[in-house]
């Protein structure tokens, strides 16, 4: 039961620049092999969100 907690249960499949995560629903935000396509400004409002 206590692994049950910690198990991936959302996918969201947006586009990052338009991706606002829900305030504390979300230990890890993974954005591998995407940050680098963002422009500088739509990587640093996303930051801001996250």
């Known amino acids: 039961m206590f692994l049950d907690m910690h198990k991936a249960t959302n996918f ?3 586009p990052l620049q338009d991706f ?3 305030a504390r ?3 890890v935000t ?3 092999w995407c ?3 963002l422009a500088d400004g739509d ?3 996303f930051f ?3």
């Open 25 to 27: 629903r979300y230990g």
């Open 12 to 14: 969201d499949c947006v």
């Open 35 to 37: 940050i680098g396509q």
């Open 20 to 22: 606002t995560p829900e």
């Open 48 to 50: 801001k969100r996250a």
């Open 43 to 45: 990587f640093i409002l």
């Open 30 to 32: 993974w954005i591998r």
